[in-house]
């Protein structure tokens, strides 16, 4: 269902007509615990702080007298109910009501834990007082001359998860990629703690990211040391991303092969997890396959997941979580073992380890199709979660972002993103899911959104007695606060869903990924959308038919697309904010729709240069590109290429960190978005087209392959 993006703004705003009298004074009313206590005395300082520079009025701490009274609840000594049914988290609903006493507001918070202070605080600034928490970086602070909650307020806000936050894939070179495995990056640590804060403000309680082989272990573990520290005290479960022995993308290893160690795998793992726990993490969650398409020696692996698991649970007293791939058995590249049966003991320690069930790209778990990773859909992976979740603590883990010639990296901004998201949170919800921790991968281009409005998406509203409808869209229409710019949006979003999505058009407009043009099995596997009728194929083998298929199937919708978006895009031009933090997001958002039209045109223009290409061979003619296909495609590319440079200045983290080429700690001997800076792919396709060199892995290769595969290190 999908309603206007204002639908719940305007009912509020009906439901509690503010109060008409400017603010003088707020004073925030704790008992002295609070203050003793780390997650609230945080939580409480940094409300201070940002309520005073949106209000410009005195701001005091339990000051009777002041005009509005934000009252907190004094927490009884001892645990905190149980959020949830997996392992523990206290309870951290929470519920606000307002009064007036003569010319007095008094807000009042009701919660079980110092967590539910810290959320139900964040949520009053987010959810009530205009205050906007979209990036690590940027925030909106409101100006509040007259308090914009009236009497009579009942609101009430459930965790839709019991675990809730994100996993930061600093495999990819991504903005904090360098900053959470480098001590010496500059600001390394404020980087850090920014993205921590930024968790905390938008009522997330879990962070984790990949640790990698790189690191330089002396410097590395007093550093991230005071990391998980501060994540602690703001209220967040810390988890690192590990391996059992994944050889690719230089992921952090628990035990190596010989000959690059004698030690046995026991010995590794248990040297590797006490260095490892020095830091005192939370969550461990660890890889077990050697790589996403294969199982490696299974009774071994058991073996060692059970030794794992009790280190884990008895002598570092944390939480192991493992994750499911999207690789059904039938396509692993190994073949399926027979597993000796567990004693109980050991049954028990093979269940108290949770499971992450991942999925990717724009798909939701419901859709009927979804071809990524040889699945037609991804109900499979659903009912795995169903079935998992039976047995053991499991956790929803999607992707908000791709990156590897898929959306980012080419770059499209994906708006189904959003509703795949959201219908997916609300299905999970429904099935009681414990945790929802989603896989991030990079946040220009607007993807950000598409973070924040999942993290928001975790709580469920409630005012009156009215649950809150939630939309794709509606934190940015209330982010913009302009339905003239916004309802252009929103048909931009059904526009993608139609062509990109139901019509299949992104098989088209993603590039060719590097497993599409390897010879042997891996070719066979459909990590992400594929062409119907594969490029060689088309240029050396297809009929007029098919020709004409393609033609009428592919290159007239990719071309209809586009028109329609741009012209969605002349009309929103015309209700473009003027100026504030409105007008550069708005100019983000606007470049990142137009370039994905730009892609749709460029992808046509170069298919119907091999189409064309195609036909003249049939008819044994020499070919000329007569309608000068390949001149419009470069044509189109250069005007990318201008919206690229523009929004090169509205990035947010620097260029030769996150667009250029640069040594790291990663895989990648660039960032994650210098793809974006040369348009990379476009180019490799006018010149696929023009020589045939399609099941060529290595042509204009971006990938250092023998790096990612773990081959060379």
Not at 167 to 185: F, K, Q, V
Not at 297 to 315: G, P, S
Not at 360 to 372: G, K, T
Request: with cysteine; hydrophobic share 40%; proline share 4%.
């Amino acid at each position: 269902m999908r309603l206007h993006p204002l639908f719940f703004s305007l009912f509020f705003f009906w439901a509690f007509m503010p109060n008409s009298f400017a603010i003088r004074s707020i004073s925030i009313m704790a008992d002295a615990e609070l203050f003793e206590v780390s997650i609230s005395k945080y939580a409480i300082e940094d409300a201070s702080r940002l309520l005073e520079q949106a209000c410009r009025c005195e701001l005091s701490y339990n000051k009777a007298d002041a005009e509005v009274l934000i009252i907190l609840p004094y927490i009884h000594q001892g645990q905190a109910d149980k959020e949830g049914t997996g392992f523990y988290v206290p309870e951290h609903a929470y519920n606000w009501s307002s009064k007036m006493s003569g010319q007095q507001i008094k807000m009042e918070l009701l919660t079980n834990s110092y967590q539910g202070v810290s959320m139900g605080l964040y949520g009053l600034l987010q959810e009530q007082l205009g205050f906007q928490f979209f990036h690590p970086k940027e925030s909106l602070i409101p100006q509040i001359t007259t308090w914009p909650v009236a009497e009579g307020l009942d609101w009430q806000a459930r965790p839709r998860f019991a675990k809730k936050g994100f996993h930061l894939h600093s495999m990819h070179p991504i903005e904090l990629t360098e900053a959470l495995l480098d001590p010496n990056y500059p600001d390394a640590e404020k980087e850090v703690k920014g993205y921590i804060d930024w968790l905390a403000r938008n009522q997330q309680n879990y962070f984790e990211f990949n640790l990698l082989n790189s690191i330089d272990r002396k410097s590395w573990m007093p550093y991230i040391k005071k990391i998980v520290d501060y994540g602690q005290k703001r209220g967040l479960l810390m988890g690192i991303d590990i391996s059992m022995h994944m050889t690719q993308q230089k992921a952090f290893q628990l035990y190596q092969t010989f000959p690059n160690s004698l030690k046995s795998k026991e010995k590794q793992i248990e040297e590797n997890m006490d260095y490892l726990a020095q830091a005192g993490w939370d969550v461990y969650n660890v890889e077990f396959s050697t790589t996403e398409f294969g199982k490696g020696k299974q009774k071994k692996k058991q073996e060692l997941e059970i030794f794992l698991a009790d280190l884990i649970k008895n002598r570092y007293k944390a939480h192991f979580m493992s994750r499911a791939h999207l690789v059904q058995e039938e396509a692993m590249l190994d073949k399926k073992e027979e597993l000796p049966e567990l004693s109980a003991e050991e049954q028990k320690l093979e269940r108290s380890h949770g499971l992450m069930v991942h999925t990717v790209m724009f798909y939701d778990l419901e859709d009927e199709r979804a071809p990524v990773y040889n699945n037609k859909n991804l109900k499979a992976i659903l009912a795995l979660y169903q079935e998992e979740a039976k047995k053991r603590e499991c956790w929803y883990f999607p992707g908000s972002a791709y990156w590897l010639t898929f959306d980012n990296s080419v770059p499209m901004t994906l708006l189904p993103y959003l509703s795949a998201r959201l219908e997916d949170i609300q299905l999970m919800d429904s099935l009681k899911a414990e945790g929802h921790i989603t896989f991030s991968s990079g946040w220009e281009w607007s993807y950000w959104l598409i973070d924040w409005s999942i993290a928001r998406w975790s709580w469920e509203h409630q005012i009156q007695g009215e649950k809150e409808i939630n939309d794709p869209l509606q934190y940015l229409a209330e982010l913009m606060q302009n339905d003239l710019w916004t309802d252009p949006v929103w048909s931009m979003l059904r526009l993608q869903e139609e062509f990109i999505k139901d019509k299949e058009l992104i098989r088209y407009m993603a590039p060719s990924s590097t497993t599409d043009e390897l010879p042997g099995r891996l070719v066979e596997m459909e990590f992400q959308p594929r062409p119907l009728y594969s490029y060689p194929y088309i240029q050396n083998q297809a009929a007029p038919h098919q020709l004409d298929t393609v033609s009428q199937t592919v290159v007239a919708p990719l071309l209809d697309f586009a028109l329609r978006t741009e012209e969605l895009l002349a009309l929103q031009k015309r209700h473009f904010p003027q100026q504030g933090k409105q007008k550069q997001l708005g100019e983000e958002l606007a470049n990142s729709l137009q370039i994905t039209a730009l892609r749709a045109r460029h992808r046509a223009y170069t298919l119907n240069y091999l189409l064309d290409k195609r036909r003249a061979k049939l008819r044994k003619e020499k070919f000329e590109d007569p309608n000068k296909w390949l001149e419009k495609a470069k044509s189109c590319r250069e005007e990318a290429q201008k919206l690229v440079k523009k929004q090169e200045t509205l990035y947010r983290y620097p260029l030769e960190y996150i667009a250029q080429l640069k040594e790291g700690h990663t895989a990648y001997a660039f960032g994650y978005l210098y793809s974006v800076s040369n348009l990379h792919f476009w180019e490799r396709e006018e010149e696929q087209v023009q020589t045939g060199r399609f099941q060529q892995a290595t042509f204009k290769n971006l990938w250092g392959l023998p790096q990612i595969l773990g081959i060379v290190k």
